[in-house]
């Protein structure tokens, strides 16, 4: 989004792009969110400008809530599978939680 028009005080803060929620990770989002409020509680934002913080800050919310939830499912599925009878995480394959190989679930003993 470009800078919004307002009052003309040029005390109004750029509003930078509305990122590709899809791209980032909980802690990025949860980072951009904690911006966000910050913004809005700084006041001096026109009511569009504070308008579209709001609504980014809304789809921030909800992109953090699906990472939890996602989160939330693969820890119950490692739980329910090891309360099943599995031996060790190493018996459940990456793809079944949905992981990829870059995840950082590590089951070596160091």
């Known amino acids: 989004m470009a800078k919004t028009s307002g009052s003309g005080s040029g005390s109004e803060p750029e509003l930078g ?6 791209s980032l990770t909980f802690e ?12 809005l509680e700084e006041g001096g934002l026109t009511l569009t400008g504070a ?3 709001y609504e980014q800050g809304m789809s921030l ?3 953090c809530n699906q990472l939890l939830e996602q989160a939330e499912l693969k820890i119950t599925t490692l739980k ?4 099943q009878g599995l031996d060790a995480p190493e018996d459940i394959l ?5 992981l990829t190989e870059e995840s950082e679930l590590d089951t070596s003993e160091e």
């Open 80 to 83: 329910d599978s090891y309360n």
């Open 28 to 39: 990025d989002a949860f980072a951009l969110l904690s911006e966000t409020a910050s913004s």
């Open 94 to 98: 990456p793809g079944q939680l949905g």
């Open 61 to 63: 919310v909800r992109h």
């Open 51 to 53: 308008t579209a913080l």
């Open 17 to 22: 792009p509305t990122p590709n929620l899809d």
